[in-house]
């Protein structure tokens, strides 16, 4: 986001340091929200404080892995994370997420480290957005709406820029009584009596008359894309999936000499790319497709349908795992969840866990009695566990980036791939 700088452009900002260096103010000091809105502009990150709550069915070792996902997703929004703030509650508070108490200390926060918004770890309701943005005076964005705005700004084609736009408008629909507040009533007078509609209702018909455009265009898209996949029938199908920010995009590069994007953001791949590959004398199609997230949207998984039917009519998946993510067995566990709901849980998988060179565990004293954890476990160990052994599904351990055991996935996917060709067209078994 443009942001404001001093109108002699002596100014600078260090890094993600928070020091703000000029000559018209003094130095070290960033200067406020309010006098940045009063300059021209310059790129300058904005601030902002992170907020969760640790409920009955979370664990604060959880609460705190959410939290750095959500400072990561901050970054990749462009923004700077400069405090966290956890509250040990049974459940939310309906009116403000978190307790008075919390709230106050929220404030001070906000004053002291003259952030530019808060950030919270869930999806708010209209009334606690609402009673948020009354007590904090700034602006109040919620997990969702970080979400979106990263899709926004990764969109590129067509295609993705319509899903963000509809996911966008779904979420803002309910949302209108906050931004138009002013407006609620209709205007009086000699003349302006009589039946009509008021600003919001107004806005809230445009805005409902948009979304049935776009989910038109989207129809349209989803035909398309069934003519398309009905071209590639001759073809065995194989589809990445997993969590954000696992390399999938990295190891479609790596399988198929292509040049997909792939940077270490979260949501780096919105469009589906499909690349043919040959292993050996065995051709297939290879498809890169969006990342999960925990808490993903389901305004997303409703709009990038057109998207999620790629996987949902691949004949084998590529489960792609960070093994050095210290909570990847909750990744896992969403990915599969969200297969579950696009009902692509059933397919023949593989998993495939990555970056096996960045794993790293902490190695236990001789003398320390307390019981092993999934942190004390070595590589090894890791390979001769559920994971290799105990799992139904057949299992390689990788690291696209170094090129690691890459000659193992491309045998186990050879396998896979030749079963399914050789039941699907037993009449081209001649071919091995």
Same mark, same amino acid.
């Given at each position: 986001?443009?942001q404001?700088n001093?109108k002699?452009?002596?100014?600078?900002?260090?890094?993600?340091?928070?020091?703000?260096?000029?000559?018209?103010?003094?130095?070290?000091?960033?200067?406020?929200?309010?006098?940045?809105?009063?300059?021209?502009?310059?790129?300058?990150?904005?601030?902002?404080?992170?907020?969760?709550?640790?409920? =009955?069915?979370?664990?604060? &070792?959880?609460?705190?892995?959410?939290?750095?996902?959500?400072?990561?997703?901050?970054?990749?929004?462009?923004?700077?994370?400069?405090?966290?703030?956890?509250?040990?509650?049974?459940?939310?508070?309906?009116?403000?997420?978190?307790?008075?108490?919390?709230?106050? !200390?929220?404030v001070?926060?906000?004053? =002291?480290?003259?952030?530019?918004?808060?950030?919270?770890? @869930?999806?708010?309701?209209?009334? %606690?957005?609402?009673?948020?943005?009354? =007590?904090?005076?700034?602006?109040?964005?919620?997990?969702?709406?970080?979400?979106?705005?990263i899709?926004?700004?990764?969109?590129?084609?067509?295609?993705?820029?319509? %899903?963000?736009?509809?996911?966008?408008? /779904?979420?803002?629909?309910?949302?209108l009584?906050?931004?138009?507040?002013?407006?609620?009533?209709?205007?009086?007078?000699?003349?302006?009596?009589?039946?009509?509609?008021?600003?919001?209702?107004?806005?809230?018909?445009?805005?409902?008359?948009?979304?049935?455009?776009?989910? &038109?265009?989207?129809?349209?898209?989803?035909? /398309?894309?069934?003519?398309?996949?009905?071209?590639?029938?001759?073809?065995?199908?194989?589809?990445?999936?997993?969590?954000?920010?696992?390399?999938?995009?990295?190891?479609?590069?790596?399988?198929?000499?292509?040049?997909?994007f792939? &940077?270490?953001?979260?949501?780096?791949?919105?469009?589906?790319?499909?690349?043919?590959?040959?292993?050996?004398?065995?051709?297939?199609?290879?498809?890169?497709?969006?990342?999960?997230?925990?808490?993903?949207?389901?305004g997303?998984?409703?709009?990038?349908?057109?998207?999620?039917d790629?996987?949902?009519?691949?004949?084998?998946?590529? +489960?792609?795992? @960070?093994?050095? +993510?210290?909570?990847?067995?909750?990744?896992? &566990?969403?990915?599969?969840?969200?297969?579950?709901?696009?009902?692509?849980?059933?397919?023949?998988t593989?998993?495939?866990?990555?970056?096996?060179?960045?794993?790293?565990f !902490?190695?236990?004293?001789? @003398?320390?009695?307390?019981?092993?954890?999934?942190?004390?476990?070595?590589?090894?160990?890791? %390979?001769?566990?559920?994971?290799?052994?105990?799992?139904? /599904?057949?299992?390689?351990?990788?690291?696209?980036?170094?090129?690691?055991?890459?000659?193992?996935?491309?045998?186990?996917?050879?396998d !896979?791939?030749?079963?399914?060709?050789?039941?699907?067209?037993?009449?081209?078994?001649?071919?091995?």
């Amino acid at each position: 986001m443009k942001q404001p700088n001093w109108k002699n452009n002596k100014g600078k900002f260090k890094g993600q340091t928070g020091v703000w260096e000029s000559e018209n103010l003094d130095k070290g000091k960033r200067p406020t929200p309010q006098q940045r809105n009063t300059f021209s502009t310059e790129e300058v990150p904005e601030r902002a404080i992170l907020v969760s709550v640790c409920d =009955a069915k979370s664990t604060m &070792e959880r609460t705190e892995e959410c939290l750095n996902e959500l400072a990561f997703l901050l970054e990749t929004a462009g923004g700077i994370p400069v405090k966290t703030v956890i509250q040990k509650l049974d459940r939310p508070d309906s009116r403000t997420y978190i307790g008075s108490g919390k709230l106050d !200390e929220v404030v001070e926060y906000k004053n =002291a480290l003259e952030v530019d918004f808060i950030v919270f770890d @869930d999806e708010l309701s209209p009334a %606690q957005l609402r009673n948020l943005e009354k =007590a904090f005076q700034c602006r109040i964005l919620d997990r969702t709406t970080l979400i979106l705005d990263i899709f926004a700004k990764r969109a590129r084609t067509s295609i993705a820029k319509t %899903q963000v736009e509809l996911a966008q408008l /779904q979420y803002m629909l309910p949302r209108l009584t906050r931004l138009w507040t002013h407006l609620e009533r209709q205007r009086g007078g000699i003349g302006m009596r009589g039946p009509g509609e008021s600003q919001i209702e107004t806005d809230r018909r445009l805005i409902t008359e948009k979304i049935t455009l776009l989910k &038109e265009r989207l129809r349209d898209i989803d035909r /398309q894309k069934v003519q398309q996949r009905k071209n590639r029938e001759s073809l065995v199908r194989v589809a990445l999936v997993g969590y954000t920010n696992v390399g999938k995009s990295t190891l479609m590069n790596l399988l198929s000499k292509s040049d997909v994007f792939a &940077e270490n953001k979260l949501f780096a791949t919105l469009d589906t790319t499909v690349r043919k590959v040959v292993f050996d004398n065995l051709p297939f199609l290879l498809t890169d497709t969006v990342g999960f997230i925990r808490k993903l949207p389901h305004g997303l998984v409703e709009s990038f349908k057109s998207t999620l039917d790629e996987v949902c009519e691949a004949d084998l998946l590529l +489960h792609v795992v @960070d093994i050095s +993510h210290p909570d990847y067995e909750q990744q896992i &566990e969403s990915v599969n969840r969200t297969l579950d709901e696009i009902g692509a849980a059933d397919k023949p998988t593989i998993m495939v866990f990555n970056k096996v060179d960045a794993y790293t565990f !902490e190695k236990k004293d001789d @003398d320390d009695l307390t019981p092993m954890t999934k942190r004390n476990w070595t590589l090894e160990m890791l %390979q001769n566990s559920w994971l290799a052994k105990e799992n139904a /599904q057949p299992t390689v351990f990788i690291s696209a980036a170094k090129r690691q055991n890459i000659d193992a996935l491309r045998s186990l996917m050879y396998d !896979e791939i030749k079963r399914i060709h050789a039941v699907r067209y037993p009449y081209n078994n001649f071919l091995w």
